[in-house]
């Protein structure tokens, strides 16, 4: 969950989120200060779930977000949920890109495992690894985004069941009925592949 001390400077963050998205390169360097700390926490989650010996570290993750980020242009950044959920979905896809290139087979030949929460694997059944639960995602997403959404902002982003809500402009209940539902079937995904 994030910290509540954060939230001075999230209008002005907002503001920056927007003038970015309008297209003002500067915004970004002042937006940079004001969300660093919450996209470092982010990143921590993240390389939590990462092996030990995993060479990409939290302030390199954050930065290769950052880079990936900056070459999104002319997106309606609603406000520092928004751009901290979509910083978060990016670290995923960052972490999932150097599984790939370090020439882990997928789900298999040496893939890291990710510890998830209980209900998401098998009791008696090993951690999925990292590739798996992102072919899962994916197709959770193909068949309900919002709800492959919800895990993201949740799981990865460390954003509780309000703070996703609003992000997604949806009732509290509506998450927690997508939580549920995501959780269950990525269960049911992952319990059907094979793990290493």
Known sequence: MYDRGISSGINDATALLQAWGRGDAEALDRLLPLVYEELHRV????????????????????????????????????????????????????????????????????????????????????????????????????????KCKVVEMRFFGGLNVEETATALHVSKETVMRDWRIAKAWLARELKGMPHA
């Not at 020439?103 to 090993?126: C, M, N, T």
């Open 43 to 146: 990143a921590r989650r993240h390389m939590r779930h990462e092996r030990a010996e995993h060479t990409l570290q939290a302030s390199a993750l954050v930065n290769e977000a950052y880079l990936r980020l900056i070459q999104v242009q002319h997106v309606q950044w609603q406000n520092r949920l928004h751009f901290v959920a979509m910083a978060s979905r990016v670290m995923r896809r960052v972490l999932v890109d150097a599984a790939r290139a370090k020439g882990y087979q997928k789900r298999g030949g040496g893939a890291q495992r990710v510890s998830l929460p209980d209900a998401l694997i098998a009791p008696e059944g090993p951690a999925p690894d990292l590739l798996a639960l992102d072919d899962a995602l994916k197709g959770l997403d193909e068949i309900d985004p919002r």
